[in-house]
């Protein structure tokens, strides 16, 4: 499987890109995820997208990435098949791939954080890269804890994420959806959300149903290193993976429906900032000793 074309597309564009200008190599690494509803109805679901890690320039191995409720029924329960649209590239047709998923045993390929409030799930799929049209994100592009130390990054910094728009997916190809926003809250405490404290950034950047599992990116104005004999002027924009969204902060309101007899409605209000699950711990579950025996290398 060859994933340098890739590559060299984000390379490209490292220098002097504007604010609105996003290489669109990015949508290309984003799977919209279905699953099955209780009628028995295909429905999407949310957002992942496809992350490697290399073994050389050419070879190496695909996965899945996502937030793990996204792949987790009401219940709480994890799903036994997932789906996701692909395009094929043959007749530029969308497909809808069915993926078992399997949580434990021999062929297990639904891997996930030792540390159980940690919202990321990795799954182990290869869907031919002949036959589907898709990229995928070398791991090299993961923030991790040393990087976010050398990188310096800190509340103001620009990212953006792409993901699932539920209210359009597209009729002939898949379209995801981008957003922008800033870095609102780096701390070296856990964050208490969605009824646990968690390891998390967060962004001044509104979410919504399907954005969960989506991947989200540093775009950080950078003052490149000097250069022997050069002259230095302006800054560079370094994109790097800053994490995975797992949703927003919010509150229940009352509604602004009139009072009943019985019934004082409520709406869910979106604070505009978003709960992100860092990439240094998707790092974690790519190369623990488990996915690495898995793999191989």
Known sequence: MKYFLFVCIILLHLNGISQTQIPPSFKKAVAFIFAQNDSGAIMPDGTGFYVAV???DSTGKIYLATAKHVIKNSTGAFLKRIFLRMLKKKDSSLSIVPIDLYISGNKKNVFIHPDSTV???VISVSPSQNEYDYNVIPSSFITTREDFDNLKIMEGDEVFFTGMFSEFLG???NYPITRFGRVALVTNEKVFWNGYYRDLYLLEATTYWGNS????YFALKRRPAPRPNSITIGDETVFKLAGIMSGFFGENVLGGLAET???RPYQLVNFGISAVTPSYLLWDILFSDEMRNKRGF
């Open 119 to 121: 919202d990321i799930a």
């Open 213 to 216: 599992g989506s991947p989200v």
């Open 261 to 263: 007899k019985n019934i």
């Open 54 to 56: 290399l073994k050389n």
């Open 171 to 173: 009729k002939n190809n």
